[in-house]
C-alpha cells in the first residue's frame, strides 16, 4: 500500500443484526439469529436462509436500499453526512443480484402476454447499483459496481485503495450489498451446495451454505485527508492481495492455489509476517470444498495453529455482499478487541489441519486478514491493521 | 500505459482484420432483425464467428464467454509475461443476460429444483473472464465491472492504475455486450426504432511501458487540434447535445461500450487505415475518443510514440 | 433375442448417450461413438464436477430419478450402461 489508507466509517446490515451495535450483541452472545426454512418449488425440504430483519427495507429494488441504509451508516460513522468543500468522494460497490435484470414476474408476464410491464426495466436503467448510490449521496468522484461473484466485496476494496493510490479521490463507499433472490437459490441448489440444515463452517459434518442477505459497508478514505477533517481513525487498509485461480468456471483450484497467492500478496502489500496476523475471518462458506481448500491454504500460509472465524454462521453466504461484511466485522474486531467465534463447529474434519475459535477470543496482535473465494476462480484477501497510540 | 494489442468480435466479424475490411466498405452495413414477435434491426455478430475452433476447448461457455475469449485472445496473441502479474479486466452494462433469461426460462419451466446449474454458472458475470484466465493460465487479479455511464472508461482508468502502482506487467482490458429477444423487446417498447443496438467485445493489451501508442483517460476534451470519434448514441444514453467528432454508430450499433469499439478504430486510424467517412489518417495525433451520457463525458486520448 | 427389460435398458443408454451429448455441449464426441462401458468420468469423454450435477439435473428433468446425494452419484455415473441400470431399477420397482 502507497499512502496510508484508514476505515474512517463503517455500516452493516445482515441477520445478525440491522447495525454495527446490534451486530456486536449478536456476536457477544455467541446467538444464530432466526432463519428463515424456505421452500424450493417442487422440493419437501426446507433450506435456512439468513434474512435482514430490519423494518423498512422493502422488498423491491432491495439490494439498492440494503446498500443504501448501511452506505448511510458509514457515512454518519465518518462524519461525512455533509462533505467539505471540493472533496472527492468515488463509490466501489459488489453485488451479483442487482447488475442483473433478473425479475421473475417480469420474465413471466413476458412470455405469457408478450407484453410484461416495463418497470423492472425502468428501474434497472436508474443505473448500477454504484451509480445509484453516487447519485443519492451526491458526488461525481469514480465509480464503479463489481461483479466478480462471492468475492466481489473484497475486490472492491482492491479498487478503492488503487484509486486512492492514484490519487482519483479523497475516499471511497467501499463494500458490497445483495437481497436474498430465488435464482441464486435454485442455482446454489442445482450445484448441490445448499446445506438443508444451518451451516457448519469447518466442522467435519458440513452440508454446505445457508444463503444469505445484508451490505457491508465502510468508507476508505487517505489518513491526510482524515486527519484534515479531524476525523481520523486507528483502523488501516495494510494491504491487499487477489489471484485467479485460472482452473474451472465452479470448482475451485484443488491445492487452493489461488487463495495462497492472493493471500500471500495481500501480506506483501502490508509488508508483514504471517506470524504477525493475529486471526483470518475466513470466505468458510461450509461448502465441502471451500472449506478443505482454504483451509489447507490457510494452514500452509499461518501455520495450523492458524486462528480462524467464518462469520458466515450468523450471516449465511450473503454473495456480493460478504466482502463488504466481512471487512466490516474484521475492522469491528480490531477495534474492539475480540473475535467472534465460528457458529456450528462441533468437529474437526481431520482433512482440515485446524479448528476456528468457537469461543469469543480477544486479539493479541494488531493485524487481520479477511479472505474471499468466488466462483469462477477469482480469490481475493485484505489485510487489516489497528495502529498503536502513538504510532 | 501502452498498447501492445488488440482483439475485436462485432457485426464485421471477428478480427481487427475484419474491422478494417468492414470500416473500408463503403456500402452500409445491413443490421438483422432480432426479436419475438416485434423485430428490430441489431448490428449481430455473425453466426460463423462461434465456430472458431479456438472455441472447442470451452465447449460450456455461452455467446457472452465466446464472444469475449475471441477478443482477449486475438489481444492476448504474442504476449510474453509472467502469468502471476497478468490482470484481466471485463466491463459491460448489461452482462450476460441472454443467459439469465435462458436460466429465467428454465425455472419456469422445470422448477426450481431442476435449474441446469450449467445455465446458471454462466449466468454469473464473472463466467467470461474466468474462461480467458483459465485458456491463457493468468494468475493475476481478474475484475468484472458492470455500469450503465461509462464502464469501459472505468476499466482503462483502472487498468492504469493497477500498472502505474505495479499490481501488474500486463492487463487485457476488455469490454463486451450482448443483445437478445427480450432486450430487443423492451428497447423497441420505449424508444421505438430509434436506436440500431449493436453488440460485440473488444479487448486491449496494456503494458506500463512499450513502443505501442499512450492511452490515457480524462474527463475534458484537450485543447489540441486532433481526430475526434464520438460514441455519444449508446443506447437509451444519448445526449441532447452531441459531442463534435465522427460517429461510427453505423458501424458499431449503438453500444454503451462503444468506447471501446472506437479504440479499435483509432487503432486502424493510427496504423494509416483509410476510413470509410473520415478526412484524417494516422498522421494525426492524439485520436481522442469522446463517450457521453447525460452531462457527463469521459475522453479515451490516444498518443503516437512521443519522439 | 432381447427381453423386456434389455430393450428398455437399451433405450435408456440410447437416450442417456443423446442427452449428454447436447445438454453438455460436448463437443468431440458423437452419440454414435460413446461406448456403454467407457468412464464417463476421467476417461476419453473426460467429464468434470459441473457434469455431474448437470447429470443429476437430467435425470430429474428426463426420467424423473432423484440423486439425493452424489455419494449415489459418484457410484452410477460410473458409464453409461451403470447410470441406465439405475435408472430401469428405480422406474421399474
Known amino acids: ?391 | 500505459m501502452k498498447l501492445s494489442g488488440v482483439g475485436v468480435v462485432c457485426a464485421g466479424g471477428a478480427g481487427v482484420d475484419a474491422l478494417k475490411v468492414y470500416l473500408k466498405n463503403p456500402d452500409a452495413p445491413k443490421p438483422m432483425p432480432m426479436g419475438n414477435k416485434e423485430l428490430l434491426p441489431v448490428l449481430q455478430i455473425p453466426s460463423e464467428v462461434f465456430k472458431n475452433p479456438l472455441l472447442a476447448p470451452v465447449r460450456r461457455a455461452d455467446r457472452f464467454s465466446k464472444m469475449t475469449l475471441l477478443a482477449a485472445l486475438e489481444a492476448w496473441q504474442g504476449a510474453e509475461a509472467d502469468l502471476s502479474r497478468v490482470g484481466i479486466i471485463l466491463a459491460s452494462a448489461c452482462g450476460p443476460h441472454a443467459t439469465v433469461f435462458k436460466f429465467v426460462n428454465d425455472l419456469l419451466d422445470f422448477g426450481e429444483s431442476k435449474s441446469s446449474p450449467t445455465v446458471f454458472s454462466q449466468s454469473v458475470h464473472a463466467a467470461a473472464a474466468s474462461m480467458i484466465a483459465s485458456t491463457i493460465q493468468s494468475h493475476g487479479p481478474v475484475l468484472n465491472l458492470a455500469d450503465l455511464a461509462f464502464p469501459f472508461e472505468s476499466a482503462l482508468t483502472l487498468a492504469d492504475a493497477w500498472l502505474e502502482e505495479g499490481r501488474c506487467d500486463v492487463v487485457l482490458v476488455g469490454a463486451t455486450e450482448e443483445m437478445s429477444d427480450v432486450y430487443v423487446h423492451a428497447i423497441s417498447r420505449m424508444w421505438g426504432n430509434r436506436f440500431v443496438p449493436g453488440e460485440g467485445s473488444f479487448f486491449f493489451r496494456l503494458e506500463r511501458d512499450g513502443t505501442g501508442p499512450s492511452l490515457r483517460v480524462q474527463h475534458t476534451i484537450p485543447d489540441t487540434a486532433s481526430c475526434l470519434l464520438e460514441n455519444s448514441e449508446a443506447l437509451g444514453g444519448a445526449s441532447e447535445d452531441r459531442a463534435p467528432g465522427t460517429s461510427f454508430v453505423r458501424h458499431s450499433g449503438s453500444l454503451r461500450i462503444g468506447g471501446a469499439f472506437l479504440l479499435a478504430v483509432a487503432e486502424l486510424i493510427r496504423r494509416g487505415e483509410r476510413l470509410v467517412g473520415m478526412t484524417e489518417t494516422g498522421t494525426v495525433s492524439p485520436i481522442q475518443i469522446v463517450s457521453t451520457c447525460g452531462k457527463r463525458q469521459r475522453v479515451i486520448v490516444m498518443e503516437k510514440d512521443i519522439l | 433375442m432381447m427381453d423386456a427389460r434389455e430393450t428398455k435398458l437399451a433405450e435408456i443408454r440410447q437416450r442417456l448417450k443423446e442427452l449428454l451429448v447436447e445438454n453438455l455441449n460436448l463437443q468431440d464426441v458423437t452419440v454414435d461413438q460413446i461406448n456403454d462401458d467407457a468412464p464417463l468420468f476421467g476417461g476419453d469423454i473426460g467429464l468434470d464436477s459441473l457434469d455431474a450435477v448437470e447429470i443429476v439435473v437430467i435425470l430429474q428433468r428426463h426420467f424423473g430419478v432423484e440423486i439425493k446425494d452424489m455419494d449415489i452419484g459418484r457410484r452410477v455415473f460410473q458409464s453409461i450402461r451403470v447410470l441406465a441400470e439405475y435408472i430401469y431399477e428405480k422406474t421399474n420397482p
Request: aromatic share 6%.
Open chain 1, 1 to 391: 500500500m502507497r499512502g496510508k489508507v484508514i476505515l474512517s466509517g463503517l455500516g452493516v446490515l445482515t441477520a445478525a443484526g440491522d447495525d454495527i451495535a446490534s451486530s456486536l450483541v449478536t456476536f457477544q452472545g455467541m446467538v444464530r439469529p432466526p432463519v428463515v426454512n424456505h421452500s424450493l418449488e417442487g422440493l419437501e425440504q426446507t433450506f435456512p436462509m439468513f434474512a435482514v430483519q430490519g423494518k423498512g427495507i422493502p422488498d423491491v429494488d432491495r439490494t439498492y436500499h440494503l446498500a443504501l441504509r448501511a452506505t448511510r451508516q458509514a457515512l454518519v460513522d465518518a462524519g461525512l453526512e455533509q462533505m467539505p468543500p471540493g472533496f472527492r468522494l468515488g463509490v466501489c460497490v459488489g453485488t451479483t443480484v442487482a447488475c442483473q435484470l433478473n425479475d421473475i414476474p417480469f420474465y413471466r408476464s413476458y412470455r405469457e402476454t408478450g407484453q410484461p410491464p416495463l418497470e423492472p426495466v425502468y428501474r434497472f436503467l436508474l443505473g448500477s447499483l454504484a451509480e445509484r448510490l453516487a447519485d443519492a449521496v451526491g458526488t461525481e468522484g469514480p465509480v464503479m459496481t463489481v461483479v466478480n461473484a462471492c468475492s466481489s466485496g473484497t475486490d472492491a476494496v482492491g479498487v478503492a485503495c488503487s484509486w486512492l493510490n492514484a490519487n482519483l479521490c479523497d475516499a471511497v463507499i467501499v463494500g458490497g450489498a445483495d437481497e436474498l433472490s430465488k435464482i441464486p437459490s435454485s442455482g446454489f441448489w442445482s450445484l448441490s451446495v445448499k446445506s438443508p440444515a444451518l451451516c457448519k463452517p469447518f466442522d467435519r459434518d458440513r452440508q454446505g451454505l445457508n444463503l444469505g442477505e445484508g451490505a457491508g459497508i465502510a468508507i476508505l478514505e487517505r489518513k491526510a485527508s482524515a486527519i484534515q477533517r479531524g476525523r481520523s481513525t486507528n483502523l488501516e487498509v495494510a494491504g491487499f492481495g487477489a489471484a485467479a485461480d485460472g482452473y474451472h468456471l465452479t470448482a475451485p483450484h484443488p491445492e487452493g492455489f489461488g487463495i495462497e497467492l492472493a493471500i500471500r500478496a495481500a501480506l506483501a502489500d502490508a509488508g508483514i509476517q504471517p506470524e504477525q496476523i493475529d486471526f483470518v475471518n475466513a470466505h468458510g462458506t461450509a461448502t465441502r470444498e471451500n472449506d478443505r481448500i482454504e483451509g489447507h491454504a490457510l494452514a500452509r500460509v499461518f501455520g495450523s495453529s492458524v486462528r480462524v472465524v467464518s462469520t458466515k454462521g450468523y450471516t449465511g453466504h450473503t454473495l456480493g455482499a460478504a466482502g463488504g461484511v466481512e471487512l466490516v466485522f474484521t475492522a469491528l474486531a480490531l477495534r474492539e478487541g475480540w473475535i467472534p467465534a465460528n457458529m456450528g463447529f462441533e468437529n474437526q474434519d481431520e482433512q482440515i489441519p485446524f479448528s476456528p475459535l468457537t469461543a469469543v477470543t480477544p486479539l493479541v496482535r494488531d493485524y487481520a486478514i479477511s479472505t474471499s473465494l468466488a466462483f469462477g476462480g477469482n480469490n481475493a484477501a485484505v489485510v487489516l491493521h489497528r495502529v498503536k497510540e502513538g504510532a
